[in-house]
């Protein structure tokens, strides 16, 4: 098993365009998620999705989208990318249920200039 | 919204000393978890409580959640070099399946 892939590791973005930061997990989770991480500021919610056709806003969605079509699939994207969205963002999955950890991918670095 | 804190944003210790960190969260909590980043990696999962009151021990490491399921703590006897990292907590509510995040605090060991 793989566990949650992200793509790409590193992105540079020129403020404005759009970019779609892939994840996929191979464990069937029903539960996946997206956070971001900024220096000292941990890691922030963006947003998450229980099932398939199922997403849901989390901390700070604003200026991200997201779509669930499949199990495996929870793409996030950028449709404008500003400055304030360079961060590193984490996909997170896991089985449905509370008594079961979050297991996150590699990491997605991205700068907006 | 729920909001989670932690307590020290970062610590210094000699390999060897005690290390606590302290979570608060202002609304009461089904459950938390804790996570271990190291530099330049991805959290990784280490324990979850959901008792009130509860202690889960892991070698050198003592988490407890608090009576009043607001708060937690995770407890490092003996620090090695090994337990450089970031320690988050993340807590979720009843019927809900964010999972918040706090701060973290970022340990650092010195040999």
């Known amino acids: 098993n793989a566990g949650v892939t992200q793509t790409p590791k590193f992105q540079v973005l020129k403020t404005g365009q759009s970019m779609t930061l892939q994840c996929a997990q191979d464990m069937n989770h029903e539960y996946m998620s997206w956070y971001r991480q900024d220096p000292g500021m941990g890691l922030r919610l963006i947003h998450y999705?229980?099932?398939?056709?199922?997403?849901d806003q989390g901390e700070v969605p604003n200026g991200y989208n997201v779509s669930r079509s499949t199990t495996e699939d929870f793409p996030l994207r950028l449709l404008s990318a500003a400055p304030s969205q360079t961060s590193v963002y984490f996909c997170?999955?896991?089985?449905?249920?509370?008594?079961?950890?979050?297991?996150f991918g590699n990491g997605t670095r991205l700068t907006v200039t | 919204g729920q909001q989670v804190m932690q307590i020290p944003q970062y610590q210094h210790v000699q390999e060897g000393e005690d290390f606590t960190t302290y979570c608060n969260s202002s609304?009461?909590?089904?459950?938390i978890q804790w996570y271990k980043q190291r530099p330049g990696g991805h959290p990784v999962f280490l324990i979850q409580?959901?008792?009130?009151?509860e202690v889960k021990k892991q070698k050198r490491l003592t988490f407890q959640f608090g009576e009043a399921k607001k708060n937690s703590s995770l407890h490092i006897t003996a620090t090695q070099t090994t337990d450089v990292g970031t320690y988050f907590c993340?807590?979720?509510?009843?019927?809900?399946?964010?999972?918040?995040f706090g701060t973290g605090t970022r340990l650092k060991v010195l040999a």
């Open positions: 609304t009461t909590l089904s459950n």
């Open positions: 409580l959901v008792k009130s009151g």
């Open positions: 993340a807590g979720s509510t009843s019927g809900t399946y964010k999972y918040i």
């Open positions: 999705s229980v099932g398939a056709g199922i997403t």
């Open positions: 997170a999955s896991k089985r449905q249920g509370d008594n079961s950890p979050l297991h």
